[in-house]
Each structure stands twice: as C-alpha cells, then as structure tokens.
C-alpha cells in the first residue's frame, strides 16, 4: 500500500474497531485549534473585528428604522427620539458603532481592487486607481448626504 | 554572527507519543544556510530519526513547507541568519494532522484538488491530442499568475477558515480553479461553479488575506477567491434577467 493511502485509512476514526492491523496509538495527531485563535495575529484580529462589525452595521439600520418610525408618528414622538438618543449610552454605542462601520467601510473599499479586474485599452487598471475612486465615490455621497442633512435643501 | 544556531524542533512520534513535544539541536549557522540545511545536518550528524519532507531545495517541489517561529514558510527558501542569535522554532505546518515530526498529511487536499477540475476542460472536441490552440500573451497574462501555484499548502497553513471549517475547499484550491477559467483554451467555467459558487467554496472565506501573505509564488490566492465571489455574484443576478439580456 502506498503511505498516502495508508494515512488516508489511518485517519477516518469510526473505522477503527475494522483496523485492528493499525494500532491506535499511530494514528495522526491532530492539533486543535485554541479558542484565542484570533488573538495571534494581527490580521486574525483585525479580521474578527471586521466580522463583529456586521452586528454594528445592523444597529444603524435598526436606528435609522427608529428615526423614520419616530418622525412619521409626529413632533412629540420625534422629541422623544432625539431626547432619548442624547443620552449617555446611546451616544457611546453610537460612537462604538460608527467606528466599527467605518472599519467595516474601508476594508470593504480596500477590497475592491482585489475582486474587480478593470482592463482599460488592454492594460489592467492599477488596483489603488480602482481602490481611490470607490473611496472617492463614497466621499461624494457622504457629501451629498451632509449636504442635505445640514439643511442645504 | 555567532557560529551555531539553536533549532527548537517538534517531535511527534506516532507510535509512543501522545502530543508533539520540542526537541532542541545546536546546528552551525552558515550566512547560506537556510532552515532545511539546519533540520539535513541534524539528520545526516545528530539524530537521524528527525523526519521531514524536501526534495528540490529550490522552492520549486513544494514539499518542505513548515511553521519556522509562527509562520509558516517553505524552509528551503528561510534562511537560518534571518533569526540569528536563535533559537529558531520549527514545527509542522498548522492545521493538517502531523504523521511524524514535521510531516502533515495533505489528503484532504488531494481530495478537494480533482473536485475543482484542474486541467482543460473542452466541450467541443472530444480530444486534444493533435489540436493546436494558439493563445496571445495578453490571455497568457490573465491566468498565469495563478499558475504559478506549487502546491504547498502554507496558505492552508495560514488560513483560519480553514482551521475551522475543515470543509472550506480552501485557497490554493480555489486559485488553481482560476487558473483553468481564465485559460482562453478552457471551457470548463460553469462545471466548476457548481463546486466554487458554494457554501465550502468562495463563499466560505472571509477575507483574512493571510494565504496571499503566505504564499512563496506570489499567487495571490485571496485576490482569486475575491474576484471568483464578484462572477458567482454578476452571474446569479444575470439569471433574474429574462433570457435575451442576459
Ligand atoms: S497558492 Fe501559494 S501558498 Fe498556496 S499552495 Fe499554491 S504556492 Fe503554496
Ligand atoms: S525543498 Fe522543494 S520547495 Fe523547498
């Protein structure tokens, strides 16, 4: 038997009372992974943060659903709104969220270049030219949004 | 620079021990060396029961790939005065079962590598034998990167998804299945999307982007499962289009 195939049958355990020709103790041994997997590298963290921001990104859309609620039930409704989104947690959790959307925003943008493979007159389009005009996309929105936000309507 | 390196290699032997457990060795510390000339010499003078794979010595075979101090690397390719005064740690590659010492079995990528259908696939001749098919530098271009591939599995090494998710098919996987499909002489692009275009295939990674750090031959593993995710996304909104717009 090859060794290749002679590791492939040693490593299917609910076979084993079959191998008797195997003695258990040979059998391959195979490492765990740590629960703290994440915190040994950088990227592993990074990485984890990144995902953890989805539950930041679902709070905005939450929030916001909270604001159009509140607007379209009136004035009073509304006051209480904006009274209850002063308040101390509420703008800690904001901030906390904000940063994490931000997070979730650039990486997502520094990306782009990676999936997206732009060919102009038969030459690829460099990946910072592709990542530069996502990120300048999201300015001009971001501005067009402020605009409106600051009463430029 | 001292004259001797200590190398802190895990041993595990299958039939007595349990878990690996960390052997040290004093090996000469030569400006040429490189990791695998450490790991020869204690072979060839010190204890010739130490078993690991090598065969070119040139970064070619893919074969002597290990984690040298928490990275995993091609140790032929890692030279010894890079972590000079020591010690250097040397262990097998992570997330693969160890068979011995610093060996992994890598079966469950030779189960997963015919999967993704690495050779060109035709659907209009039934052979290939006597055809000739021509191909432009610019379509050399497209796919060659990712051809570059050696098979040693450090980017499975560095990937947690894969730790994880066992069943991830896996970075090299998925970039030798884009080395086929942007070949200008395959066919076989829609065959492989019933295995890419999956919960275990691209969809599975998160982007950590550690398996393009890892990798010796600049294959950029991650960027090919990025750009895979935007076709099996542009081609799953393209079937709501009626027929004709597509
Ligand atoms: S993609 Fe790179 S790291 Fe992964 S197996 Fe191929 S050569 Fe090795
Ligand atoms: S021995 Fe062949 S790649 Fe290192």
New interface residues.
Partial sequence: MSELARESSMQRPHEAPTQRAVPAQVRPYRPRVSRFWWLRRRSYLLFVLRELSSVFVAWFVVYLLLLVDAVYQGPDPYRRFLEWSGRPWVLVLNMVALAFVLLHAITWFNLAPKAMVLRMQGRRVPARLVAAAHFAAWGVASGVVAWIVLGGL | MPDTITLQVAR?R???????TMQEYVVPLRQEWAVLDGLNYIKDQLDGTLSFRWSCRMGICGSCGMTVD?DPALTCGTFLADYAPGPVRVEPL??F???RDLVV?I?DF?RKLPKVKPWLVREDEPGVADVEFLQTP?QLDEYQQYSMCINCMLCYAAC?VY??EPDFLGPAAIALAQRYNLDSRDQGAHQRMDVLATAEGVWAC?????CT?ACPKGV?P??AI??Y??TAATRTLRSFLPRGER
């Avoid at chain 2, 299958?14 to 690996?20: G, K, L, R, S, V």
């Fill in positions: 595990y299958p039939d007595t021990d349990a878990a690996p928490g992570a997330n079962p160890v068979i079995g079966d030779m610019p947690p730790a994880i998160t982007y950590v982007g550690e750090s950029d991650a960027g990025q750009r995710k935007l």
